[in-house]
């Protein structure tokens, strides 16, 4: 089956609420192509390994979390950005892109659909008292040594993860996440007095916080966090518009 361009970004953008977020990039259609949708593409990224499987794939539609024209970038069409939307608008492709929104979605987000796949214990959001942040608050499948933890989310995920904070062998039971490049947010997790905070990325800062407050940190890749709300929203889609949908996982290290 097929669906029109402006009826699914109209059904997507009152699912996904987007004017709730206070993001860096647009959220919706980025880059207009056909009118008529029979097949989409989802992914993390929309790099230009994304771009040529979905030409080969003949999409009509890349639906991803990580899109174009984030705040502070260089606004001109040239290098890999003028390359990437030439290809889209050569094959008439939308692409279409959903970056907070996404994260924050109570069911198809990146954060619970993280918890899904490590079996947490959702109990609350990142802020209680902003739901506009992303992130979740909960337990873990059962309490267990970071050790072990760390060992689960490597199981988990295909990437070990990096470790900080206090002994490995110490029993962790609650813990804060926020997937991608979240490492700002290590200060909720100890606010929140929650044994351990997990998301994609680290930075410098990140380990003294972590030790000099007795927080453990889990880095398990900004990639690796975020691959399944692309996923899901796709599945989403093709479950509720019988259209072909497909998610294909481009792999990156970070």
Wanted: hydrophobic letters at 40%; glycine letters at 10%; a negative charge.
């Amino acid at each position: 089956m097929s669906i029109k361009r402006n009826d699914l970004m109209q059904y997507l953008n009152e699912l996904l609420q987007p004017g709730k977020c206070k993001d860096y990039c647009p959220n919706g259609l980025q880059v207009e192509g056909t009118e008529t949708i029979n097949k989409i593409v989802t992914g993390v990224t929309a790099s230009q390994a994304l771009v040529d499987r979905a030409i080969t794939e003949g999409a009509d539609a890349i639906l991803v979390h990580h899109g174009y024209f984030w705040r502070g970038e260089n606004e001109c069409i040239t290098g890999i950005k003028k390359k990437r939307i030439q290809a889209l608008l050569a094959h008439d492709i939308n692409l279409i892109a959903y970056h907070l929104p996404l994260d924050n979605h109570a069911e198809l987000g990146n954060n619970a659909q993280l918890a899904e796949v490590l079996g947490l214990k959702i109990e609350s959001g990142l802020d209680p008292s902003d739901p506009s942040v992303p992130g979740l608050i909960g337990r873990l499948p059962r309490p267990m040594p970071a050790r072990a933890f760390s060992a689960w989310l490597g199981e988990c995920l295909k990437r070990e993860p990096l470790h900080l904070g206090p002994d490995a062998e110490e029993i962790i039971e609650t813990i804060a996440w926020c997937t991608g490049g979240a490492q700002g947010y290590l200060q909720y997790a100890v606010d929140a007095g929650v044994d351990a905070y997990l998301t994609g990325e680290v930075s410098e800062p990140s380990h003294h916080l972590a030790i000099e407050t007795g927080t453990h940190f889990f880095a398990a890749g900004h990639h690796a966090t975020e691959r399944y709300g692309a996923r899901a929203l796709g599945q989403h889609l093709a479950d509720n518009f019988d259209l072909e949908v497909r998610f294909i996982d481009i792999d990156n290290p970070v």
